[in-house]
C-alpha cells in the first residue's frame, strides 16, 4: 500500500476499534477525504468523522478539551503553516496540560500535520519546525518515513494517555511498502529509529523524505564503487526520553557520520540530535559533516528548488570531504528533482531501535 493509504488503514484501525476515537480536520468527510487519507471514513463512521469551520485555533482547542474529558480526538491539519495558527494549544494546551494538573490529568489528542516540500511550493508553504515539536517537553513526536511507520505510529499513539504529533511529508505520499497490516502493542515501546543496511564505511544520519534519498545514495555506492554505508532513519521521540541509549550508541559507534537533513542544519532536528549524544557522552572523536538546505526558505523557482534539497549528488559531494571519491554521478532529471517519488520500500531490510 502507498502511504497515504497507510494513513487511511490506520485511521480505520483506530476508529474501529475504539469508539473514543474521533477524527477532526477540514475536509475529512469529503467523498476522497482529506488528501485521500480519510477517504470514505465518514460513510462508515459518520458521527466521529467530522469536517470543521476553518478556524484552526478553534477546532484544536475543542479537540483539546474533548482529549481532556477522555475522548481520543486526531487533528488533521493539511499543512504546517495553517497549524501554527493552533500553536497555543498544541504547546501551551496539550503539552503541558498533565503537568498543570500534577501528572493524573492526561490530554491524549493526536495531531497529524503536513510538512510540505515539492516545486512551487515556495517560501511559505515548506518549512517543518521540528525543532521546535522535539523541543517542547510532554508530546510525542512521530516522523514517519515509510507507509509501515505511519500505519503502526498511528495505532500506537491510541494506546499511550500522551498528546503526539504526527509531522509528515507530503513528498512521501506516493511511496509504497508491502507490510502487515498488523501492529502487536504487547512491548508498550515504539522505536526510536531504524537501521538501513549493514555497512560500516559510512553512516548517513535522516529522518521523513530524507530516507528514499539516502537509501538510492546507498544502493548507488554498493553498484558503482564499492563502498558500503548505512542509513540511520530517526522516526519517534517519546515526550519523556527523546532519545534513547541505544539510538545514541548507535551514532557514537559509527564511522563517517554524514547528516542528510531536508531542512536547513542550523538549530535543526539532526543537530540537536548530534550535539546531545557527543555532549552526553563527552565524545569528541565523533567525524561528522552535513548535506542540507542552505539557511534561507525553499524558493519557488524550479531551477533553484534542484539546487535545495539533498539528492545523489550533493550526498557525494559532502561524503568527498572524508576522501570518498565519485567520479561520475548519474544525471539528475526534472522528475528527480520535482515530482514527488514513486519509491517502494519494501525490499529494503532494517533493524530497529528502541
Not at 502511504?3 to 488503514?9: H, N, P, Q, Y
Not at 510532554?138 to 500505519?151: K, Q
Not at 512521501?172 to 543496511?197: C, H, M, P, V
Not at 549524544?277 to 552535513?290: D, F, G
Amino acid at each position: 500500500m502507498n502511504f497515504v493509504e497507510a494513513i487511511r488503514d490506520g485511521h480505520l484501525y483506530q476508529l474501529s476499534n475504539n469508539e473514543l476515537c474521533y477524527i477532526i480536520g477540514l475536509g475529512v468527510n469529503y467523498p476522497n477525504g482529506a488528501d485521500g487519507s480519510t477517504k470514505g471514513l465518514a460513510i462508515l463512521y459518520p458521527e466521529r468523522v467530522l469536517d470543521v469551520p476553518v478556524s484552526e485555533l478553534s477546532f484544536t482547542g475543542m479537540a483539546v478539551g474533548m482529549a481532556a474529558q477522555g475522548l481520543r480526538p486526531v487533528v488533521h491539519h493539511g499543512r504546517i503553516e495553517f497549524a501554527m495558527l493552533a500553536f497555543d494549544q498544541i504547546f501551551t494546551q496539550a503539552s503541558r496540560w498533565n503537568y498543570m494538573f500534577g501528572g493524573d490529568y492526561p490530554c491524549p489528542i493526536s495531531l497529524r500535520i503536513c510538512i510540505g516540500r515539492q516545486w512551487g511550493n515556495g517560501p511559505q508553504h515548506t518549512a517543518n519546525y521540528h525543532s521546535m515539536f522535539i523541543q517542547s517537553p510532554g508530546l510525542d513526536v512521530f516522523i514517519p518515513a515509510t507507509p509501515e511507520d505511519v500505519f503502526r505510529g498511528l495505532i500506537y499513539s491510541s494506546s499511550i494517555d500522551r498528546p503526539s504529533v504526527f509531522l509528515e511529508s507530503r513528498w512521501l505520499y506516493r511511496t509504497s511498502q508491502d507490510f502487515e497490516a498488523t501492529f502487536d502493542n504487547s512491548q508498550g515501546k515504539f522505536e526510536t529509529a531504524s537501521i538501513y543496511g549493514e555497512g560500516n564505511d559510512f553512516t548517513l544520519l535522516t529522518y521523513g523524505d530524507g530516507l528514499v534519498d539516502c537509501l538510492k545514495f546507498i544502493d548507488f555506492c554498493n553498484e558503482n564503487y564499492g563502498y558500503h554505508g548505512r542509513v540511520i532513519c530517526l522516526k519517534y521521540f517519546h515526550a519523556d526520553l527523546r532519545y534513547s541509549e541505544e539510538l545514541i550508541q548507535a551514532i557514537l559507534n559509527s564511522n563517517n557520520v554524514l547528516a542528510v537533513d531536508t531542512a536547513p542544519f542550523e538549530g535543526g532536528l539532526l543537530a540537536s540530535f548530534i550535539g546531545y549524544a557527543v555532549t552526553h557522552h563527552k565524545h569528541e572523536s565523533l567525524k561528522v559533516e552535513k548535506c542540507s538546505p542552505p539557511h534561507h526558505p525553499c524558493p519557488t523557482s524550479p531551477l533553484l528548488v534542484g539546487e535545495y534539497y539533498p539528492n545523489i549528488k550533493s550526498i557525494a559531494a559532502s561524503l568527498s570531504n572524508f576522501g570518498f571519491t565519485f567520479n561520475e554521478l548519474p544525471e539528475l532529471l526534472f522528475d528527480d528533482l520535482h515530482v514527488a517519488p514513486n519509491f517502494d520500500y519494501s525490499d529494503y531490510k532494517y533493524v530497529n531501535i528502541y
